[in-house]
């Protein structure tokens, strides 16, 4: 099982012709991915080989899945177009779109977010690395060859953070990792992410990935003190930040108290959430768990 992506889904990619849409596609269809096609109108018609399998080229979302009934796009349009490109994607009905261009501005964010989510489209994004659910399918930059097929679910705002966890946790595995990106507006929570790890059979622990910035994690523990019942590892990036500075991502603004690591961590641990004070300790922390779980 899995959360989101699996081997069946069925991917679109708008960009794909672009530099970074080529290189992405490449190792997403190395690492198993089911890419059925590209999306870019002025190339509609054509084919892109990516070694050996030829990738066809549609001039609009709706018609790569009318032909390949895809389920899924990765979007890797710069940001003037990802509006565009997302609005599109939503009155097509595609189920998901994983929206890794960076940069866009906060308003066009807060447009497709709230246009998908009202056409039923889930957004993974944006400025994220996307998800991957190992051995099945990888929609999005996540290296695919740092893990394995597990037991661990994992949410996080940060992309490399994503990546270091995974690797420090290599020997147990990933049911699903899912980067929802770290901007003000993201289309996926971290507690949509829980819901989902918390009905998936095949998910005995997650962990969750935040930083410094707004109060998604105190929303988060709130919900996991009334929802979750499996157990749950937090790892807080921006404790060593200085106070009224913005520090990395966009949605990373501390404002006094509020949006601290520190009071992330204490909301987290109110709601029984063991809280790592580095990657490296949060990657123990899990296998104290596990191992105390059996």
């Given at each position: 099982m899995a959360i989101y992506l699996t081997k069946e889904s069925k991917v679109l990619v708008q960009g794909m012709t672009g530099g970074e849409g080529m290189k992405h596609t490449r190792r997403m269809l190395a690492a198993g991915t089911d890419v059925v096609g590209g999306v870019?109108?002025?190339?509609a018609g054509q084919s892109v080989d990516f070694d050996d399998r030829a990738v066809a080229v549609f001039g609009t979302v709706a018609e790569g899945m009318a032909a390949t009934g895809a389920d899924v796009t990765v979007v890797f349009v710069p940001p003037a177009f990802a509006k565009a490109a997302v609005l599109e994607a939503a009155d097509a009905g595609i189920g998901l779109a994983v929206v890794i261009t960076e940069g866009i501005p906060v308003h066009d964010s807060v447009a497709f977010t709230s246009y998908a989510r009202a056409k039923g489209t889930r957004i993974i994004g944006p400025n994220c690395p996307g998800l991957i659910t190992p051995g099945q399918s990888n929609a999005g930059i996540v290296p695919a060859d740092i893990t394995k097929p597990g037991r661990i679910g994992l949410v996080s705002k940060s992309g490399t953070l994503t990546y270091q966890l995974m690797y420090e946790l290599r020997d147990v595995g990933f049911s699903t990792c899912v980067g929802i990106g770290g901007d003000p507006v993201v289309g996926t929570s971290h507690i949509d992410?829980?819901?989902?790890?918390?009905?998936?059979?095949?998910?005995?622990?997650?962990?969750?990935?935040?930083?410094?910035g707004g109060d998604a994690e105190e929303r988060a523990a709130a919900y996991i003190r009334e929802h979750v019942t499996k157990p749950v590892v937090g790892y807080i990036a921006g404790f060593t930040a200085p106070e009224g500075r913005t520090m990395g991502h966009a949605g990373a603004i501390v404002s006094g108290s509020?949006?601290?690591?520190?009071?992330?961590?204490?909301?987290?641990?109110?709601?029984?959430?063991?809280?790592?004070?580095?990657?490296?300790?949060?990657?123990?922390l899990v296998l104290e768990l596990l191992k105390a779980g059996g």
């Open positions: 870019n109108p002025r190339k992410c829980l819901a989902a790890f918390q009905e998936d059979p095949d998910t005995e622990l997650v962990v969750l990935i935040g930083e410094i509020a949006g601290t690591a520190r009071a992330k961590q204490a909301a987290l641990e109110a709601a029984g959430v063991r809280v790592g004070s580095t990657p490296t300790g949060t990657a123990r």
